[in-house]
């Protein structure tokens, strides 16, 4: 599989650091708010990663951390005087509860910075012991950039950091404008915990090193992991520091690979709290299904920047509408053998950087000579238990497709509007069974003036709202 690495910036052959098995840790939400887009896209890139290369063959061990405390977790907690525990659990909750919907499965490890303190304080020890870190006289400990000769390799944007830097005052106890901390001192109305250097709390950085340190890393191999991933604006500072600590503290690197998606942007305006413009999964949900999101979200390649607007999810959606029309024609089919060409020219597509765009185009050359086919062939079983065998099997690369194909067609009705619509059915059946045609007629035409069409399949009737 080809992947591109972000500090090479160029593709790269991916070879495991131990034969077939790939090692993943991927930056997850801080849990303070309800997660946006950008936590689904970032989620939604990696699931698919991750079920690229376990359709590839390889066996994955996938991270993905939860960060619960932080200086934005600690003001909200101070706004609503909800404790800590409470406030975390409610939102890792939603946060995992939106991802579900969009149809991302939990992480393999999920570890959380507050169940991590004892590796956090191991690691940061280690740093003051062998001379990388310092503490300043208000207990709090910084991590020595000076010491460390390959700081900024990772993400070369030293230059543009000292040049903010000049422009900022530093923060007191620093040495050097680009040492960040480690361990935070007590201060008023924080939230603090005991180490061997004073009360205090962890820094950003140190969470992830210390976790990938402690639940996924190699430690007799010169990489910690295969994978580092997570969204473009972690690539620095926090990326860079987590590299600078690991390389410090375990004489290791932290990953062979780094992979970054792009920014969503709401109609070109790239999504941020301030501008107002942040965009809630929970509030999208109430609007489309997860699965229409997933799609959409899918539909442009993860390394670029991603446009969020209606029109274009309209779109998408009329091209996943495609998937559900052929599963609908094949209603009822048993599951045969995928179409091996099929799945070759999807993995190949995938397998080149997450290609997105090469492989929904076979998808689409998929539905397109299937409905010939059924055109020219309508009893062709053999051929519809592969189609069904097709789609069951996008559900497991692309994690789309796996719905009734009537249920899907319903989406957005209320459920008062189905129930009517079950009765109205459920009362046509008894009147053919009584042989009263002209009332299953009647009845026909009732649920026609709702846009309502009927099918009758040797399943029984199914129906779906008229598009």
Not at 19 to 28: F, L, N, S, W
Request: with cysteine; net charge negative; proline share 3%.
């Amino acid at each position: 599989m080809l992947i591109y690495d972000s500090v090479q910036k160029r593709k790269l052959t991916l070879e495991p650091i131990c034969d077939d098995e790939v090692r993943i840790y991927v930056c997850g939400p801080t849990v303070y708010d309800d997660a946006h887009l950008g936590h689904a896209r970032s989620a939604i890139v990696f699931d698919l990663l991750r079920r690229t290369l376990e359709a590839l063959g390889y066996r994955v061990l996938f991270a993905r951390n939860i960060t619960d405390i932080d200086d934005k977790i600690i003001k909200k907690v101070l706004e609503t005087g909800e404790s800590l525990e409470s406030l975390t659990a409610k939102y890792t909750e939603r946060y995992l509860h939106d991802m579900a919907a969009l149809g991302v499965p939990d992480a393999d490890i999920s570890p959380r910075a507050t169940e991590s303190m004892e590796q956090i304080v191991q690691m940061i020890s280690t740093l003051l012991e062998n001379g990388c870190a310092y503490r300043s006289d208000d207990g709090t400990v910084w991590f020595d950039t000076s010491k460390d000769e390959a700081y900024c390799t990772l993400s070369h944007r030293c230059a543009e950091e000292d040049e903010a830097q000049s422009r900022i005052a530093h923060e007191e106890g620093k040495r050097h404008p680009r040492d960040f901390a480690l361990w935070k001192s007590c201060k008023a109305h924080d939230i603090c915990y005991d180490s061997p250097f004073g009360r205090g709390r962890p820094g950003w950085h140190i969470e992830c090193s210390a976790m990938i340190d402690a639940y996924v890393a190699y430690k007799d191999q010169p990489f910690a992991i295969d994978i580092h991933g997570g969204g473009a604006d972690l690539f620095f500072p926090h990326h860079e520091n987590e590299a600078a600590q690991t390389r410090c503290a375990t004489h290791r690197t932290l990953a062979k690979y780094w992979m970054h998606n792009g920014f969503v942007n709401i109609d070109g305006e790239k999504m941020s709290k301030s501008l107002g413009n942040s965009f809630y999964v929970k509030d999208a949900l109430e609007v489309y299904d997860g699965e229409i999101l997933r799609f959409y979200l899918l539909g442009t390649h993860y390394r670029a920047s991603f446009n969020f607007n209606e029109e274009d999810l309209a779109a998408s959606k009329k091209r996943l509408d495609k998937i559900y029309r052929l599963k609908k024609r094949i209603y009822g089919a048993k599951t045969g053998e995928t179409d091996s060409r099929f799945e070759k020219e999807v993995l190949e597509a995938l397998g080149d950087d997450l290609n997105i765009s090469v492989a929904l185009a076979a998808v689409d050359e998929m539905i397109a000579l299937s409905n010939e086919h059924l055109d020219a062939n309508p009893k062709d079983k053999a051929f519809k238990r592969k189609i069904a065998a097709n789609i069951e099997w996008l559900g497991k690369i692309l994690g789309i497709g796996q719905k009734d194909p009537y249920d899907y067609f319903r989406i957005g009705m209320s459920e008062e509007m189905i129930a009517q619509i079950e009765e109205l059915v459920q009362k046509r059946n008894e009147a053919k069974k009584r042989k009263d045609f002209s009332e299953a007629d009647r009845i026909r035409d009732e649920l026609s003036k709702l846009g309502i069409q009927l099918m009758d399949t040797p399943q029984g009737t199914v129906w779906e709202k008229a598009q």
